[in-house]
């Protein structure tokens, strides 16, 4: 049976992470005091699509580079920043010992998302995941779920656990 498992915010403090990544961002360049906190509450924890981000902070602070850039270079550092607590991956050691199968069903970018799980060490103690950006499909819907339990070599109708917040 698998127990499938939301990444950000659920296995990794995503907005601790982004919040390091928006102090360095206005710091390297040079965008003032309280640039880092307004580009926080912009993100308003990740449910503004990060295309829009982008744009806006583009627009705000008058960068040069395009928002496409911008984005390709945040999820290129954003997996250096991120951390999964020693509590989270003994737990995860745990549910596999008892015979879980254990997984990762996450929406985000490929890239991004693999980042985060191979530099957190969640990647060695998984069965398999499924991201919305390389299979084209979202949650909540139900065939990422599918994508996801059978990666860990489950059944999607034998059942399951999915633990994650409301994304």
Known sequence: MPALFDLDNTL?????AFR???????????????????????DANGSVPMETFFELVRERFRLPEPAGELWR???????????????????LDRLRSAGWAVGVV?????????????????AS??????????????????????IGARRCGASPAAGGWMVGDDR
């Open 12 to 16: 990794i403090d995503r907005l601790d």
């Open 73 to 91: 270079a945040y999820r290129a550092r954003l997996p250096h920043l991120v951390s999964c607590r020693a509590e989270v991956l003994a737990g």
């Open 125 to 146: 103690r998984l069965d398999g995941w499924a991201i919305s950006g390389a299979e084209g499909v979202s949650k909540p819907d139900v065939r990422l779920f599918e």
């Open 20 to 42: 390091r990544w928006t102090a360095e961002f206005a710091s390297e360049r040079g965008l003032g005091k309280g640039a880092a906190c307004w580009m926080v509450e912009l």
């Open 106 to 122: 996450t929406n985000g970018m490929a890239d991004n998302q693999t980042g985060k799980l191979e530099r957190t060490g969640l």
